[in-house]
């Protein structure tokens, strides 16, 4: 099934909204998982549309959402037709493609050969977990954050930014604590905020006003966090002061510098 959202000049975003929804309902994903055919279809596509791409600096977002591993039409998932699939997509290597794989089981065979996909080519690719399971990940690089769904939906339709690519992979470091922010409130309201690493609580204190005036836009609503289990802001900010926030960062330092440790006294003079 194919269908396109306000591609028409011609049609209505609310007719083909409709339509889209209705073929969606229709479908269920169901039997073999051949792949292959369909990444060749779409490498041809792209590939017509290449100079345009390149000259508007754009690329496509090509999601995969399977449950199975590749198979053939007759449901063969030997390693030849699976090494098939490797090829199809080695193919897109040169095209201004963003790849997001958005695994739908919990098969960790299935995990395991996607994942390893990344190491076998020259290819921007993501493999997801679902929301909590992406959550958890993020969360233990970067407790400060909910990773709520707005986040998550971003990242499985092919948003890329590098920031998201590096939330369930390290802690950011301070100065993208402040980039981050851009991705929750554009960046013409965070541009004027101080830069943490040398105004941490000016930063801070600018950083509470956005989201108190957050929640009163909102009227109380949060984001519901899939870790905790509970509506949350977007960040703590406690536990964001707690981990970047002074005396924390000469300890941060100390440990990058190879510095002696602050001692409880300079501590007690930094605040």
């Given at each position: 099934q194919?269908?396109?959202?306000?591609?028409?000049?011609?049609a209505?975003?609310a007719?083909?909204?409709?339509?889209?929804?209705?073929?969606?309902?229709?479908?269920?994903?169901?039997?073999?998982?051949?792949?292959?055919?369909?990444?060749?279809?779409?490498?041809?596509?792209?590939?017509?549309?290449?100079?345009?791409?390149?000259?508007?600096?754009?690329?496509v977002?090509i999601?995969?959402?399977?449950?199975?591993?590749?198979?053939?039409?007759?449901?063969d998932?030997?390693?030849?037709?699976?090494?098939?699939?490797?090829?199809a997509?080695k193919?897109m290597?040169d095209?201004?493609?963003?790849?997001?794989?958005?695994?739908?089981?919990?098969d960790?065979?299935?995990?395991?050969?996607?994942?390893?996909?990344?190491?076998?080519l020259?290819?921007?690719?993501?493999?997801?977990?679902?929301?909590?399971?992406?959550?958890?990940?993020?969360v233990r690089?970067n407790?400060?954050?909910?990773?709520?769904?707005?986040?998550?939906?971003?990242?499985?339709?092919?948003?890329?930014h590098?920031?998201?690519?590096?939330?369930?992979?390290?802690?950011?470091?301070?100065t993208?604590?402040k980039?981050?922010c851009?991705i929750?409130?554009?960046?013409?309201?965070?541009?004027?905020?101080?830069?943490?690493?040398?105004e941490?609580?000016?930063?801070?204190?600018?950083?509470?006003?956005?989201?108190?005036?957050?929640q009163?836009?909102?009227?109380?609503?949060?984001?519901?966090?899939?870790?905790?289990?509970?509506p949350?802001?977007?960040?703590?900010?406690?536990?964001?002061?707690?981990?970047?926030?002074?005396?924390?960062?000469?300890?941060?330092?100390?440990?990058?510098?190879?510095?002696?440790?602050?001692?409880?006294?300079?501590?007690?003079?930094?605040h």
């Amino acid at each position: 099934q194919e269908f396109s959202v306000a591609a028409d000049p011609t049609a209505t975003v609310a007719q083909e909204l409709r339509d889209a929804q209705r073929i969606l309902d229709s479908v269920k994903p169901a039997g073999v998982t051949p792949l292959t055919e369909h990444i060749r279809s779409i490498e041809q596509t792209v590939r017509l549309f290449q100079p345009e791409l390149r000259a508007s600096g754009k690329k496509v977002a090509i999601v995969i959402a399977t449950d199975g591993l590749p198979t053939n039409e007759a449901g063969d998932e030997s390693p030849q037709v699976q090494d098939e699939f490797v090829q199809a997509l080695k193919l897109m290597e040169d095209l201004p493609v963003w790849v997001v794989v958005r695994l739908c089981t919990n098969d960790d065979a299935v995990a395991d050969f996607y994942n390893a996909l990344d190491s076998l080519l020259e290819l921007s690719l993501e493999v997801l977990d679902d929301q909590a399971g992406e959550a958890e990940e993020v969360v233990r690089y970067n407790k400060w954050l909910n990773y709520a769904l707005p986040l998550h939906r971003c990242r499985e339709v092919g948003c890329q930014h590098r920031l998201l690519d590096l939330l369930d992979e390290r802690a950011l470091t301070i100065t993208e604590i402040k980039e981050f922010c851009k991705i929750l409130w554009g960046a013409a309201i965070v541009n004027p905020w101080p830069d943490p690493a040398v105004e941490w609580h000016e930063f801070i204190k600018v950083l509470t006003q956005q989201m108190e005036q957050d929640q009163a836009q909102q009227q109380g609503r949060q984001h519901w966090d899939p870790v905790r289990h509970k509506p949350a802001p977007w960040i703590n900010i406690k536990v964001l002061s707690q981990i970047y926030g002074p005396p924390s960062a000469l300890r941060r330092l100390s440990c990058v510098f190879g510095l002696p440790k602050p001692s409880q006294q300079q501590q007690q003079h930094h605040h």
